[in-house]
């Protein structure tokens, strides 16, 4: 089993900004996984936040290879990925991709019939609005819905003033929207309950909350959700089972990014260990290609929220497949991940 990769770059249609940071590019990472003739295939991206960088992701690949060679089968090489502990989970995301893939093509079955969704159906996705002036978020809202989203991630944290001027313009463009308001954590726990009790009382109702506040303090989380009338889903706070346990009754659902938690087979124990502590599912993603959102595409039926927009973010995707520009993804039905080069 040989493991390769390609770096290539991706910008941003418009640049994001977040709470944290302001982001117009990344790079990226293709891997690719080859075993009796087939060849599977992930991607990592680099990000500030987790700590990689190109040169930290292909030096990671390259120790990865002799274990890999070693393996005799995907399952195998799924099992000795996942032993190692060490390896950050951006980078096991992307080879547990390219195994999975490997996986279906063999079997010749989607990967989403390999984590137990035999049957697929078109899901609506979030779409997501950085980080701006009231009046640019009521035009890109408006411009969403018309061309089909029915659901909205609203970016704050940065002037809850405008945050809270920046939800009522969103849902006076957007009225039948639903609304996400994703602050990155950049509240206090007073805060956070302070600027969404004004965006409440100014008539605006909230799907769901995530991560209001900087992770860390689950007991602040619970303070913060015994006092919020939406859903409270945790991102950073959940990265592995452990979280998701310890977070049962202090929210109401956790964020599952594969790139989080190292990949699809940690994914489906998170996914497991939420249902088991009363939580819901939230599907999130880095801005990626279609490449690297697919694996968490093929996991939507297991989410009661869906935001998997990282492709659409792009002024250029080298890869197509998951569909998404009118608001639904869509996937073809090819063994595997599906997705296939420009």
Avoid at 2 to 23: A, H, K, Q
Avoid at 26 to 49: I, K, L, N, P
Avoid at 202 to 221: F, K, M, R, S, Y
Avoid at 256 to 262: M, P, R, S
Wanted: hydrophobic residues 50%; charged residues 20%.
């Amino acid at each position: 089993m040989r493991l390769d990769w390609e770096v290539y770059g991706l910008d941003l249609g418009t640049p994001l900004r977040i709470s944290r940071s302001v982001m117009a590019r990344r790079d990226a990472v293709r891997v690719v996984v080859a075993h009796d003739g087939r060849q599977g295939h992930g991607e990592v991206v680099t990000s500030a936040y987790y700590g990689l960088d190109v040169e930290a992701i292909t030096s990671l690949l390259a120790g990865l290879r002799p274990v890999l060679a070693g393996a005799g089968s995907p399952g195998t090489a799924l099992d000795l990925l996942h032993a190692d502990g060490t390896v950050p989970a951006g980078v096991r995301a992307a080879v547990d991709a390219a195994l999975h893939d490997l996986l279906g093509l063999r079997r010749d079955v989607p990967v989403h019939a390999l984590v137990g969704l035999p049957e697929w159906h078109d899901t609506p996705t979030a779409h997501t609005i950085g980080i701006t002036t009231p009046d640019d978020a009521a035009g890109r809202a408006a411009a969403l819905v018309a061309r089909g989203f029915s659901v909205l991630k609203v970016k704050a944290g940065a002037d809850p003033d405008r945050d809270v001027a920046v939800l009522v313009a969103v849902r006076a463009a957007a009225p039948d929207a639903r609304l996400v308001l994703d602050p990155n954590g950049g509240w206090s726990p007073d805060e956070a309950v302070r600027v969404v009790e004004r965006i409440t009382a100014a008539g605006v109702v909230l799907d769901a909350v995530e991560q209001p506040i900087p992770p860390g303090d689950p007991d602040a989380l619970a303070w913060v959700r015994a006092r919020c009338p939406a859903p409270l889903v945790a991102d950073e706070d959940a990265a592995a089972v452990a979280d998701v346990r310890r977070l049962a009754g202090a929210v109401d659902g956790v964020n599952v990014k594969l790139a989080k938690c190292g990949g699809l087979r940690p994914a489906l124990e998170i996914v497991s260990a939420a249902r088991a502590g009363g939580l819901d599912v939230m599907l999130g993603c880095l801005v990626a290609s279609s490449l690297g959102i697919a694996p968490a595409v093929h996991l939507a039926g297991h989410a009661r929220w869906v935001d998997l927009d990282g492709h659409l973010l792009l002024a250029h995707d080298p890869w197509s497949g998951l569909g998404g520009e009118d608001g639904a993804l869509r996937l073809s039905g090819a063994p595997g991940l599906g997705v296939v080069r420009r």
